[in-house]
């Protein structure tokens, strides 16, 4: 006997369609690429979005097609996210940190027809276009007054608020199949070419209700949200659309995200709630510290993208009483798969303990289901102490990739995340290395982001990175690269010492050394592989 309740889609347009009806009155704060603040509510979202899906039809772009976005987070983006996907085409965030070479493959394998851009990329978009047969259309995300001057562009190149003005907010949201594509986001392409990563209305749904509960990012219609992770990887974690589902104020940061701009927008606009990587973090901290600021309103903050150093989550916890939530996902998790939220009986833990439980990435969201398999195989206990490789199931991860139709990257059904993990006997996932960055020395494995958790606690170290450097009686052994702190007069030898007792001797550095910058990817990642091909033979020619 089937149930008797009412079958309604699970539609991204029925997040903005909640917010208008029950949040109409809420704010959205945007720091515009223009320089100044601007300021609206859902009900004037809703407006605008409906606007915008007709001018999208005016275009001529259909249902299944992709609508490109090279932008920062603000207004003119979120309107985008609903007008695109709740009108039946497919919203495709693009990441302008990519080398064009990529930007220009991507644009063109998606088949984008048209792509919107904030002004602060028009010379990537005027290097992209004669790369691309896909988009016809470009679209400058301002006003008339603003609009560039922009080389081989005059005859493809529109005005958003122009197209705005053209259309009536008369729109009535498509009633579309739960199951068809709502956005396309694609791997940053560290090695190889970017893979596309297709979401679906109902996988977006089923995540966003999934990521704001209590024991994932806590979300509710009392916050004032600022993502600082960018709208154009992952769709900021999926914060624009919680935000709608649970009415809470948006911040959105716009092209600035120096330390000194982000703690003067989070003190103005009260923030409550941050997400963003630890390299950001690391220029707002700095800068906090400098003027010796507190946060008088954020009490969160989601730290994701890499792992967070514990000497991070105590500076945020104790100079600042802001609580850390780690956090783990992947663009094809949409990205969130864990979140570090303490259980009860870790709350009365030694401070100590409790910062190597938050050292981990934490616990299974509900849809996500993971488990970690030796090299047989054959499944691990959650026993904290087995390592292997990290797999995922669940309604919002990848079974295929845009394009791809021939090939599964699945096994047996689950995903493959490229993590070697140890899972505890309460569930928490720790994430060891990267499988291609574990460190493999006399035969036995030692983990690179333990190394770089140890040499983060030392008061001298900006950044670390330890990488995987061949040896002649060892294979590998590990090498230490360091960012020092200005001013600091750390030498090899002591930060060496500082290793003493805190590691397995054997698992100790055999050397450091010390660079003005580690490279970073378009998400804020290290680029270990660029660092292991400079630094292969380090111990070979010394």
Not at 171 to 183: C, G, I, R, T
Not at 260 to 277: D, H, P
Request: net charge negative.
């Amino acid at each position: 006997m089937q149930g008797l309740m009412m079958q309604q889609p699970l539609l991204v347009a029925s997040l903005l369609m909640h917010a208008e009806r029950h949040h109409g009155t809420q704010e959205i704060v945007s720091r515009r690429v223009e320089g100044d603040i601007h300021r609206y509510s859902y009900r004037d979202l809703a407006q605008r979005a409906r606007r915008m899906a007709n001018a999208l039809a005016g275009l001529g772009i259909q249902a299944g097609e992709r609508v490109g976005t090279l932008a920062w987070n603000g207004y003119r983006h979120m309107e985008l996210y609903f007008a695109a996907s709740g009108s039946g085409s497919v919203l495709h965030t693009l990441n302008p940190r990519l080398h064009v070479d990529q930007l220009a493959y991507i644009i063109e394998h998606a088949q984008d027809r048209v792509v919107f851009f904030d002004l602060t990329f028009l010379p990537l978009i005027e290097s992209v276009a004669p790369r691309v047969k896909s988009p016809k259309v470009f679209v400058a995300m301002t006003d008339r007054a603003h609009m560039p001057q922009a080389h081989g562009l005059s005859s493809m190149l529109m005005c958003y608020e122009d197209l705005i003005d053209l259309h009536s907010d008369a729109y009535e949201w498509p009633l579309l199949d739960e199951n068809s594509a709502s956005s396309l986001c694609y791997t940053s392409g560290t090695t190889g070419n970017p893979k596309g990563v297709l979401y679906s209305h109902r996988s977006t749904l089923l995540h966003t209700y999934a990521a704001a509960l209590p024991d994932s990012l806590n979300c509710s219609a009392r916050d004032a949200i600022l993502p600082v992770v960018p709208m154009f990887h992952v769709n900021a974690w999926g914060l624009p659309y919680i935000a709608c589902m649970v009415g809470a104020k948006l911040v959105f940061p716009g092209p600035a995200l120096d330390g000194k701009s982000l703690y003067e927008l989070i003190e103005a606009e009260q923030v409550t709630l941050s997400a963003g990587v630890p390299t950001v973090w690391q220029g707002l901290l700095a800068h906090a510290d400098a003027i010796e600021g507190s946060f008088s309103t954020m009490r969160r903050t989601i730290i994701g993208g890499a792992p967070c150093p514990t000497a991070m989550t105590a500076a945020f916890q104790n100079r600042h009483r802001v609580d850390v939530l780690h956090a783990w996902g992947m663009t094809e998790l949409s990205p969130v798969g864990t979140v570090c939220s303490f259980k009860t009986h870790q709350l009365s833990l030694p401070v100590d303990e409790r910062y190597a439980v938050q050292a981990k990435q934490g616990r299974s969201v509900f849809g996500i289901d993971m488990k970690i398999v030796g090299p047989d195989g054959a499944e691990l206990p959650w026993d904290g102490n087995a390592a292997g490789d990290l797999l995922v199931r669940g309604p919002w991860v990848t079974r295929q990739y845009f394009g791809n139709d021939d090939a599964s990257p699945l096994r047996d059904g689950w995903f493959p995340t490229g993590d070697v993990a140890k899972i505890d006997r309460d569930g928490f996932m720790q994430i060891t290395d990267r499988s291609k960055d574990v460190i493999k020395s006399g035969g036995e494995w030692i983990s690179s982001a333990d190394i770089e958790n140890v040499a983060y606690l030392h008061a001298d170290v900006a950044s670390a990175v330890c990488i995987a450097a061949r040896h002649p009686k060892w294979d590998e052994r590990p090498l230490l690269l360091i960012v020092k702190k200005p001013d600091s007069a750390l030498t090899e030898d002591e930060l060496l010492a500082f290793f003493d007792g805190r590691v397995a001797k054997w698992w100790k550095p055999d050397a450091v050394v010390f660079v003005e910058s580690v490279p970073l990817g378009a998400t804020g990642k290290v680029l270990k592989h660029q660092l292991r091909e400079q630094y292969a033979d380090h111990y070979l020619s010394a």
